[in-house]
């Protein structure tokens, strides 16, 4: 089956504008998870949703960051007023998180290829 | 300091070579434990996971946890070329209700022929 879809791969913008990331998770997967990776960085959590659960925005960097999830599928996620910091690659992650389920293998983050930032 | 620490190399082997490459955490609670490869512009796939302390085997993959150091190792035996990415260890936080990644910062690994 298709795995995890982001669109763009690639964007390249102008600081001070906003973009948006798209995210299309695994068919079925109930759990959606944003992290963002910057060079020679490891992978940090930006935001997750659950189900119709209200989203955790923990990570989410600044109030530019925001993300929704519609239908409980697919999901955006915005930066408003781009910085050059934000330069990244974005990952998007989806998963079953079954009903009931808490062991591991019920719960494995499966990743798309992400969406390369470029702010100039 | 980061929850998580892994040294990013880069490390260069030859092909045949054994390659450990390993992590540090912090956080007792940490549970679960993975091991994710990541080749050029792709997304980390998952290449092994384990809960418990002791080794556990996979193919030419092992990976080894050792919580009361907490230290978590992958050993890749007889590597080839197509080994060559990045490796990312990750952890889930036993008392976490979503299931949060925390990862370390990735090994560059390249083998060469």
């Known amino acids: 089956g298709a795995g995890v879809s982001q669109s763009p791969s690639n964007k390249v913008t102008e600081k001070g504008k906003d973009v948006e990331l798209r995210c299309d998770p695994i068919s079925g997967h109930t759990a959606l998870y944003w992290y963002r990776q910057s060079l020679g960085q490891g992978l940090e959590f930006l935001i997750y949703f659950q189900g119709n659960s209200a989203p955790d925005k923990s990570g989410l960097p600044s109030d530019r960051f925001s993300a929704e999830r519609t239908g409980g599928s697919v999901s955006t996620l915005t930066i408003q007023r781009t910085q050059q910091e934000d330069s990244a690659v974005y990952l998007c992650?989806?998963?079953?998180?079954?009903?009931?389920?808490?062991?591991?293998?019920?719960?494995?983050?499966?990743f798309g290829a992400g969406t390369r930032l470029s702010v100039l | 300091q980061k929850e998580v620490e892994q040294d990013p190399g880069p490390l260069s082997v030859p092909e045949g070579a054994i390659v450990s490459l390993n992590c540090t955490y912090s956080n007792s609670a940490f549970q679960y434990f993975m091991w994710y490869r990541q080749y050029s512009r792709k997304g980390p796939e998952l290449l092994m996971y384990?809960?418990?302390?002791g080794n556990k085997e996979d193919g030419r993959f092992t990976a080894q946890v050792d919580k009361s150091s907490k230290y978590i190792s992958l050993f890749i035996r007889d590597s080839q070329p197509s080994d060559s990415a990045t490796y990312l260890c990750?952890?889930?936080?036993?008392?976490?209700?979503?299931?949060?990644?925390?990862f370390g910062r990735g090994t560059q690994l390249t083998v060469w022929p």
């Open positions: 990750a952890m889930i936080d036993r008392g976490s209700t979503l299931g949060r990644l925390y």
């Open positions: 384990t809960y418990s302390s």
């Open positions: 992650a989806s998963s079953p998180r079954l009903a009931g389920g808490d062991t591991l293998a019920k719960n494995i983050q499966y």
